[in-house]
């Protein structure tokens, strides 16, 4: 299949995260299909896309024109043979449950046309797994979207064992040609690169804050206004490149041994979830979210990345 041949597109599965890649796709022209098991999920997913362009009018990044344009190109079903039957490229965007995703697999596999590419959003789950169960593994892969999708460039392709040269390019093009900074992992490994570069990070944070090495906000705050503020212009490799190569080999090797190498998640973060102080959702985590607060606090999250978005894309395509 050539890239200009995908037209249709099914997401299956309207929560976090497929609500906003019908979006994406909506945005670029594509006929959307949005699948879930139930007309009121469909139903806030529709007010969640619209009100995520509202935003983007805010901030100058579209006209009024284009979100009517993005939303007429979206409709929704309860029947998954409905969503996929005409559909080029499916992403599935279910609960991270195993069996779930194989069982919508083989349907998807029954439903969508033989050329379709099966593409699953899971954050962890083996590919080779879920594709497996269908007749065409070869054209199954991962096509991981960070929260929120809609904002955050980069998406990660993952290839299952099976997966083909064919559909691993043409993924990456599509997701090219969607505005987004696909990067190719070429081996699925647990976390692909996204979630071990997060998760090596949070292991020495919550590590810090075990043992009094500061506070939240200062372990927040080292990170926000320096490490973070410098790794949306430059990796960790690159940063190695720019400080010297011999000055972080001397770190590393005096450093290294006594960073965290905890084995499973340390009693400061198990204490707060076994107490249902799960952070903004429930309105207390490291720091306390009264309703107000939290409503204000997502607010201005997605308002900052917008704005960093809106740098980003002013910086060009090599960014
Ligand atoms: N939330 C994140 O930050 C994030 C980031 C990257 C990847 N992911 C991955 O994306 C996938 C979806 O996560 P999410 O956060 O959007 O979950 P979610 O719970 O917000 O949404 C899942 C949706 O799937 C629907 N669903 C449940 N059973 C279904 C079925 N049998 N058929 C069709 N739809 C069904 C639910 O009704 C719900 O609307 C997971 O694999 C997750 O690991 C999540």
């Given at each position: 299949m050539k890239l200009s041949q995908i037209k249709r597109v099914a997401v299956i599965g309207a929560g976090i995260m497929g609500h906003g890649f019908a979006q994406i796709f909506a945005q670029k022209g594509y006929s959307v299909f949005l699948y879930d098991i139930d007309e009121k999920i469909l139903k806030a997913a529709l007010a969640r896309i619209g009100a995520n362009l509202d935003t983007f009018i805010e901030h100058g990044m579209i006209r009024a024109k284009e979100k009517k344009a993005a939303l007429e190109k979206i409709a929704v079903t309860t029947h998954l043979e409905e969503a996929v039957s005409k559909a080029d490229f499916v992403l599935e965007a279910v609960p991270e449950i195993m069996d779930l995703k194989k069982e919508i697999f083989v349907k998807l596999d029954r439903f969508a046309p033989p050329h379709a590419i099966l593409a699953s959003n899971t954050s962890g789950l083996s590919i080779t797994q879920m594709g497996s169960v269908t007749q065409r593994p070869e054209k199954t892969i991962i096509v991981h979207g960070i929260n929120p999708p809609t904002i955050i460039p980069v998406v990660e392709i993952v290839r299952g064992e099976k997966t083909s040269d064919e559909t691993a390019e043409l993924c990456y093009r599509l997701l090219l040609k969607l505005g987004k900074r696909p990067v190719r992992v070429l081996k699925e490994v647990p976390g692909f690169l996204f979630n071990r570069l997060q998760l090596a990070l949070y292991r020495e944070a919550l590590y810090c804050l075990e043992n009094g090495v500061a506070t939240a906000e200062d372990?927040?705050?080292?990170?926000?206004?320096?490490?973070?503020?410098?790794?949306?212009?430059?990796?960790?490799?690159?940063?190695?490149?720019?400080?010297?190569?011999?000055?972080?080999?001397?770190?590393?090797?005096?450093?290294?041994?006594?960073?965290?190498?905890?084995?499973?998640?340390?009693?400061?973060?198990?204490?707060?979830?076994?107490?249902?102080?799960?952070?903004?959702?429930?309105?207390?985590?490291?720091?306390?979210?009264?309703?107000?607060?939290?409503?204000?606090?997502?607010?201005?999250?997605?308002?900052?990345?917008?704005?960093?978005l809106k740098l980003f894309m002013s910086l060009g395509k090599k960014g």
């Open positions: 372990i927040d705050n080292v990170v926000k206004t320096g490490y973070g503020f410098r790794l949306a212009n430059l990796g960790p490799l690159e940063t190695s490149d720019f400080g010297g190569l011999d000055t972080f080999y001397r770190l590393a090797q005096n450093l290294f041994p006594d960073l965290s190498a905890a084995q499973s998640a340390p009693p400061v973060l198990e204490k707060l979830v076994q107490a249902g102080k799960l952070g903004v959702k429930t309105g207390e985590g490291f720091y306390s979210y009264p309703p107000a607060v939290a409503k204000k606090k997502i607010k201005q999250r997605d308002q900052r990345l917008l704005q960093q």
